[in-house]
């Protein structure tokens, strides 16, 4: 689905923080069958069929976290944004900033920890495609507190969460004004809160082999997730958490 203007809250871009961004590029075209753009800055956009879908970068020493997709929701006001953040008690850990002629970024820890960020677009409204094979199609968020991250994103984001099928993720999230859940939160025992990131794949069993073949490791193995599809678990051969999800 070709998208031109994200609405507000919902997730609009993804951005791969890895020490190796040359070994990204071949594991992630290979898979998905991306092209890579790589600016002078070092940043890599990564296109398919002629959109930007997510972008890469080099980790550096002094992020919060290892590496990882980081994902980014939109935002109107990124100062508007951060203040709804610190109020729910959430905490600022890059605060606004202007990203050249793009537009502005922030990223912030929800109070369970799981780590977010927020964009305010200029001249790069997010990715341009989504929900369709080699693009962001699912967004999974695994809290050990899983009542308090649905209000906490309710009072920064306007989303809503609706309880799910039986056996499925604790709630599916649903943005403000959105028409369908882009995602869901589910319970876990006391482990590191994390948003992760899946692509869309028109065969999930397909996709998993390849990976592997690649170079990737299965963390979940292909299962089904109730109103959502089939899903799997897997981490590039840096060691970056992502999903593939084949929606049903």
């Known amino acids: 689905m070709k998208i031109t203007r994200h609405p507000a809250g919902a997730p609009c871009w993804a951005d791969l923080d890895t020490p190796d961004v040359a070994s990204a590029r071949t594991f992630y075209s290979s898979l998905f069958g991306w092209q ?36 980014y929701f939109m935002s109107d006001n990124l100062n508007g944004t ?8 959430g905490r600022v850990v890059s ?20 780590l977010f960020g927020a964009w305010e677009p200029d001249k790069h409204p997010g990715s ?6 080699g693009t962001p199609s699912w967004f999974g968020l695994s809290s050990s507190h899983a009542e308090g991250a649905k209000v906490f994103y309710a009072q920064v984001f306007g989303w809503t969460a609706s309880g799910s ?26 482990e590191a809160a994390v948003w992760t990131l899946h692509f869309g794949v028109e065969d999930v069993e397909g996709g998993v082999a390849k990976a592997i073949e690649l170079g990737g490791t299965l963390v979940s193995a292909p299962y089904e997730a109730p109103g959502v599809g089939r899903a799997a678990v897997l981490k590039d051969p840096a060691g970056a958490a992502f999903g593939l999800v084949q929606h049903a």
Not at 83 to 89: D, I, Q, S
Not at 95 to 110: D, M
């Open 82 to 89: 951060t203040k709804a953040v610190e109020e729910a008690g």
């Open 95 to 114: 605060p606004p900033t202007k990203v050249s002629v793009a537009g502005s970024a922030a990223v912030y820890a929800a109070p369970d920890g799981a």
């Open 36 to 71: 890579a753009l790589e600016l002078p800055s070092g940043y890599v956009n990564f296109t398919l069929h002629g959109e930007k879908i997510v972008g890469a970068v080099k980790l550096r020493e002094d992020q919060e976290h290892s590496a990882g997709w980081s994902v």
């Open 128 to 133: 341009g495609l989504v929900r369709e094979p």
């Open 165 to 190: 099928p039986a056996g499925g993720a604790a709630a599916d999230l649903t943005f403000g004004g959105g028409v369908a859940p882009f995602g869901g939160v589910t319970g876990v025992p006391e």
